[in-house]
């Protein structure tokens, strides 16, 4: 209940008073602040968990696909050494983009950052997809089960979103995908690796997906595990968005570069696209440390290459032994793998907090589990190993 000021503390205004008055009445009790009516429509992003405590083991956090790697001791050292954030960072992010102009053979302008590739997301679709002055929400068309911020992101920019089923192997049914597209459809998102099932979307598939989508839908290609492929037949998104004028790459350095906490990540699209971005882009999105710690990283690739491809082997180590277990387990190309637990997938998320792992579940329809330590993955393959309703599937 409001408290009664004195009148002249309010500037003397009667009507101030008989408001205040009106309002903490039991008669006339006001309604509460409502959010806009989306709100309460959208899912709410479930963060990765971190592990139980348990006696005589050491915890591990799998429910989230961050890289259990710190960054280089260069980009250590290269935050440590920042002292101007008593000042605004550079809006455009300028040496970040120059470093990345150069390090993916891209002019400078054609790259737009953001915080994280998830900043970066919201940023597209904030400028080509929303509700038009007809009352009409414009559509974005994406697999599903896909990154599970997809439906938030897009549910904010006020867009209506259109879910296509993935195909049992945990691929987009990119055919599906492409008879979806109406007029109203402005957006298509595609996550390769797909978070949270794993594989990827090949060249030529692709390619012909784009040919057979109208030149006015914007195509994102989310590639926020890029580093961790290993498939010959990958798409590229930036050899795609050279050739198509309406396709927007997305990449990250919070997976492979270790540098989730900073939030950095960006866009590369063309003119035609990216001169509408840098209207809706997030002024200080990349903070003068973040960007500092990535362009250091980038300065240092080798290193990280190295780091990526321990995990790369530690992940091929634990598909191998889980299909060795008899385990179903979708090609697997990025940090994590999946388990097509169904209804199960509750119970083994338990049984995983109780050995010191946290896992990811998704409701009924499956768990993620990323790729941790030697020790946290060894473990996590210990429990398959006994665990008797491995998912079959071919």
Same mark, same amino acid.
């Given at each position: 209940?409001?408290?009664?000021?004195?009148v002249?503390?309010?500037?003397?205004?009667?009507?101030?008073?008989?408001?205040?008055?009106?309002?903490?009445?039991?008669?006339?009790?006001?309604?509460?602040v409502?959010?806009?009516?989306?709100?309460?429509?959208?899912?709410?992003?479930?963060?990765g /968990?971190?592990?139980?405590?348990?006696?005589?083991?050491?915890?591990?956090?799998?429910?989230?696909?961050e890289?259990?790697?710190?960054?280089?001791?260069?980009?250590l050292?290269?935050?440590?050494?920042?002292?101007?954030?008593?000042?605004?960072?550079?809006?455009?992010?300028?040496k970040?983009r120059?470093?990345?102009a150069?390090?993916?053979?891209?002019?400078?302008?054609?790259?737009?950052?953001?915080?994280?590739?998830?900043g970066?997301?919201?940023?597209?679709?904030a400028?080509?997809?929303?509700?038009?002055?007809?009352?009409k929400?414009?559509e974005?068309?994406?697999?599903?089960r896909?990154?599970?911020?997809?439906?938030?992101?897009?549910?904010?920019?006020?867009?209506?979103?259109?879910?296509?089923?993935?195909?049992s192997?945990?691929?987009?049914?990119?055919?599906?995908m492409?008879?979806?597209?109406?007029?109203?459809?402005?957006?298509?998102?595609?996550?390769?690796?797909?978070n949270?099932?794993?594989?990827i979307?090949?060249?030529?598939?692709?390619?012909?997906f784009?040919?057979?989508?109208?030149?006015?839908v914007?195509?994102?290609?989310?590639?926020?595990?890029?580093?961790?492929?290993?498939?010959?037949?990958?798409?590229?998104?930036? /050899?795609?968005y050279?050739?198509?004028?309406?396709?927007?790459?997305?990449?990250?350095?919070? /997976?492979?570069?270790?540098?989730?906490?900073?939030?950095?990540?960006?866009?590369?699209?063309?003119?035609?696209?990216?001169?509408?971005?840098r209207?809706t882009?997030?002024?200080?999105?990349v903070?003068?440390?973040a960007?500092?710690?990535?362009?250091?990283?980038?300065?240092?690739?080798?290193?990280?290459?190295?780091?990526?491809?321990?995990?790369?082997?530690?992940?091929?180590?634990v598909?191998?032994?889980l299909?060795?277990?008899?385990?179903?387990?979708?090609?697997a190309q990025?940090?994590?793998?999946?388990?097509n637990?169904?209804?199960?997938s509750?119970?083994?998320?338990?049984?995983?907090?109780?050995?010191?792992?946290?896992?990811?579940?998704?409701g009924?329809?499956?768990?993620?589990?990323?790729?941790?330590?030697?020790?946290?993955?060894?473990?996590?393959?210990d429990?398959?190993?006994?665990?008797?309703?491995?998912?079959?599937?071919s």
């Amino acid at each position: 209940m409001l408290s009664h000021a004195p009148v002249k503390e309010l500037g003397g205004s009667r009507r101030w008073a008989s408001r205040l008055e009106a309002m903490t009445t039991t008669d006339n009790v006001p309604e509460g602040v409502l959010p806009r009516p989306v709100v309460d429509r959208l899912p709410k992003y479930a963060a990765g /968990k971190p592990p139980a405590a348990i006696e005589g083991l050491t915890s591990y956090k799998l429910s989230s696909n961050e890289n259990p790697l710190p960054p280089i001791p260069a980009v250590l050292q290269a935050i440590a050494d920042q002292t101007d954030i008593n000042r605004y960072p550079d809006p455009l992010a300028t040496k970040l983009r120059n470093a990345l102009a150069g390090f993916l053979d891209v002019p400078a302008d054609d790259v737009v950052t953001g915080a994280g590739s998830l900043g970066a997301l919201n940023q597209i679709l904030a400028t080509f997809a929303g509700q038009n002055e007809d009352g009409k929400q414009d559509e974005v068309i994406y697999a599903w089960r896909s990154f599970e911020a997809y439906p938030i992101c897009v549910g904010l920019a006020g867009a209506a979103s259109v879910q296509i089923p993935l195909l049992s192997d945990g691929r987009h049914d990119l055919e599906t995908m492409a008879a979806a597209v109406t007029v109203r459809t402005k957006v298509i998102l595609l996550c390769t690796p797909n978070n949270p099932t794993g594989p990827i979307l090949t060249a030529e598939e692709t390619e012909q997906f784009i040919q057979a989508v109208p030149p006015n839908v914007v195509v994102v290609i989310d590639e926020a595990y890029q580093e961790f492929v290993r498939d010959a037949e990958a798409v590229d998104g930036i /050899k795609l968005y050279r050739k198509y004028p309406n396709v927007v790459v997305l990449r990250t350095f919070s /997976k492979a570069h270790g540098l989730a906490g900073l939030r950095v990540g960006y866009s590369v699209s063309g003119p035609l696209l990216t001169q509408h971005l840098r209207v809706t882009a997030t002024p200080f999105a990349v903070s003068q440390i973040a960007e500092r710690a990535a362009v250091t990283s980038l300065e240092n690739f080798d290193q990280v290459v190295e780091r990526v491809q321990s995990l790369v082997d530690e992940r091929d180590r634990v598909t191998a032994g889980l299909r060795e277990l008899g385990w179903f387990v979708p090609e697997a190309q990025g940090n994590f793998v999946w388990l097509n637990l169904g209804e199960h997938s509750g119970e083994f998320a338990a049984l995983a907090a109780g050995q010191a792992l946290s896992v990811r579940a998704f409701g009924n329809e499956g768990v993620r589990v990323s790729i941790g330590e030697v020790e946290a993955n060894t473990r996590f393959l210990d429990l398959c190993a006994g665990y008797t309703k491995a998912p079959q599937g071919s």
